[in-house]
């Protein structure tokens, strides 16, 4: 059984960045990433990077944030920069162990607990 601890959430104001960390324990999964959910809204993909490094990400953070992964460390990472009040949400790590996509990872089984961002204007 795979367990995701996520840390490094915040509060930053508009334009300030923040590292997420997702430390996974048991096995290791293929795919692992980021999805979000904001208060009265859906859950949406974020960023998603498998064991050989390849990566997806949702257009809205394009440019601004990126995933990487310590496969030693079964360790997985999201550097957010240029935030924006709209990046506000509860920021959950979250694995799958086969096709590897940002989009999937919303509906994920196995996933943390999650950590709050916080962006203000």
């Known amino acids: 059984q795979v367990q995701l601890v996520e840390s490094g959430g915040g509060s930053v104001q508009s334009g300030g960045s923040l590292r997420l960390s997702c430390a996974a324990s048991?096995?290791?999964?293929?795919?692992m990433g980021w999805f979000r959910q904001a208060p009265g809204k859906e859950r949406e993909g974020v960023a998603a990077?498998?064991?050989?490094?390849?990566?997806s990400y949702a257009d809205f953070v394009k440019g601004r944030f990126t995933i990487s992964r310590d496969n030693a460390k079964n360790t997985v990472y999201l550097q957010m920069n240029n935030l924006e009040p709209e990046d506000t949400a509860m920021y959950y790590c979250?694995?799958?162990?086969?096709?590897?996509?940002?989009?999937?990872?919303?509906?994920?089984?196995?996933r943390g607990q999650g950590t709050q961002v916080t962006v203000s204007s």
């Open positions: 979250a694995a799958v162990p086969s096709f590897c996509s940002y989009a999937l990872l919303k509906n994920a089984g196995t």
């Open positions: 048991g096995i290791s999964m293929f795919c």
């Open positions: 990077i498998d064991t050989r490094s390849f990566t």
